[in-house]
């Protein structure tokens, strides 16, 4: 992959083509003050100023071309108004006419993201380089690149080379980075401490075993944040077994991992003045003669007692452990990431994931930091009256409603078990996942609510 700090640097008067920016509104008297030759060249390439529409305009040299570039609205750049741009055009360095790129240098960077590990031929183009007049945003935006295109990159390795194990080499590679501590727990350890993500783990091969990855980072003076993600690093449905179609994807079911991970690097790149603590439960799901059964009773970390309804919701077993031990250091903010419930897609859809939290304040700057960047989550009700859908007659809790309705809501409050009632918490239930492409975002694995988690954090621990 291209080096990303290459591809957008900072402006100092070198050699550019040059990208003119046009809206609907602005159009009709930007095409009338161009030359004769680019106001043909216009019309000859039907360019009307409509979102992602561009159009190559000729210079009085072959060098001297440029670029008119169709966007919703100038005065107001969106993350992906240069993301198509950034697909389409040949390798070579360019330059926005009369203005800063602002926060749409995210877009030009998503834009040339490309997963072709497996492939004999890549479709590389060679990197397009954006000059950008503002240093600071230039390393913040590097930043949530390198972050999403590390979600991307995991989500879409195949589960044959991404198992527990490489997921805890990621993480190591990460701590390493950044003088972090890491441990990792599995074997009669695991058993003992994190019994429920053992079980769920247990039946896949030796070299797959489950495991509790944590990584510490962070000044002891500063205040303690908990970020912990789903780690199924593959779903079968256990027992339960899934159909051909709904197993199809479940290589992404450690997107909340991924989201985890990404989220702490952003955390230690920055070096956001908080002690982090990273949890990321890591298993697969899957079937031979020790999986966990329908009917089985489980304890967890926590010493609550659970029902096993349902083999398939297996990634609220392994998050309780982890929210639980989370919770035992008392941090001051706990922020979960999961691939959790078909549930949350049938109500939102692919695109947004659901947001929960016990404080409302929490909620709100989330939601408000996911308008802030285009990253939007939309809040879901913690609605305790559904609780009675989790009773067992034989332990504290069931895994998995029997009942077809609120399967988002009811996993939600499965896990608010796990964390004291004291103690700030958000879960999102994101896809990442995306089954169409757009312009910077093309098919398979995304971050969906990471810049909605950055923004948040970025607000509350602000650096000096």
Not at 62 to 75: F, I, K, M, Y
Not at 205 to 233: S, T
Request: proline share 6%.
């Amino acid at each position: 992959m291209t080096d990303l700090s290459s591809l957008v640097q900072p402006d100092k008067g070198q050699p550019a083509t040059l990208l003119h920016l046009v809206d609907k509104k602005t159009f009709d008297a930007w095409l009338s003050a161009q030359p004769e030759r680019a106001r043909q060249a216009v019309t000859a390439q039907g360019f009307k100023a409509e979102g992602f529409q561009l159009a190559t305009l000729p210079g009085d040299a072959a060098n001297e071309w440029s670029v008119a570039l169709g966007v919703a609205n100038v005065d107001d750049l969106s993350v992906w108004c240069l993301a198509k741009a950034a697909e389409a055009l040949p390798a070579g360095t360019y330059r926005i006419a009369e203005r800063s790129p602002g926060w749409a240098m995210l877009g030009w960077l998503l834009g040339q993201y490309s997963f072709d590990s497996y492939k004999k031929e890549s479709a590389k183009k060679g990197p397009r380089i954006l000059l950008s007049d503002h240093p600071v945003r230039i390393e913040e935006t590097l930043g949530i690149a390198e972050a999403t295109f590390l979600v991307r990159n995991l989500v879409n390795t195949p589960a044959q080379d991404l198992g527990p194990k490489e997921l805890e080499e990621a993480v190591s590679e990460l701590a390493k980075n950044y003088s972090a501590i890491i441990s990792s727990t599995s074997g009669e350890e695991l058993e003992r401490e994190f019994p429920m993500v053992h079980a769920v783990g247990r039946a896949a091969a030796p070299e797959r075993g489950p495991r509790m990855i944590e990584l510490e980072w962070g000044d002891q003076r500063h205040p303690r944040i908990a970020v912990v993600g789903k780690g199924v690093c593959f779903d079968s449905g256990g027992l339960d077994i899934k159909p051909a179609a709904g197993m199809r994807l479940m290589k992404k079911d450690m997107g909340g991992a991924a989201h985890a991970l990404a989220l702490a690097l952003l955390i230690m790149k920055s070096r956001l003045p908080v002690r982090l603590h990273l949890l990321i439960p890591a298993v697969e799901n899957a079937v031979s003669g020790n999986a966990f059964r329908p009917g089985d009773i489980l304890r967890s970390r926590k010493g609550l007692t659970v029902e096993i309804d349902n083999t398939d919701a297996e990634g609220r077993l392994i998050l309780a452990d982890a929210l639980a031990k989370a919770a035992e250091a008392e941090p001051e903010l706990i922020l979960d990431f999961a691939t959790l419930t078909g549930a949350a897609r049938v109500a939102l859809g692919p695109d947004l994931p659901a947001l929960f939290a016990n404080r409302n304040d929490l909620a709100q700057e989330l939601l408000a930091g996911g308008d802030a960047v285009s990253d939007p989550v939309w809040r879901l009700p913690l609605w305790k009256h559904y609780a009675d859908m989790l009773k067992s007659d034989l332990a504290d809790m069931v895994n998995s409603a029997d009942s077809p309705m609120a399967g988002t809501i009811t996993a939600a409050l499965f896990l608010q078990k796990f964390v004291p009632e004291n103690l700030p918490w958000a879960h999102l239930d994101t896809f990442a996942w995306r089954a169409a492409s757009k312009p910077g975002r093309p098919k398979g694995g995304d971050a969906l609510g990471l810049r909605a988690a950055w923004e948040m954090l970025k607000g509350r621990y602000p650096r000096a």
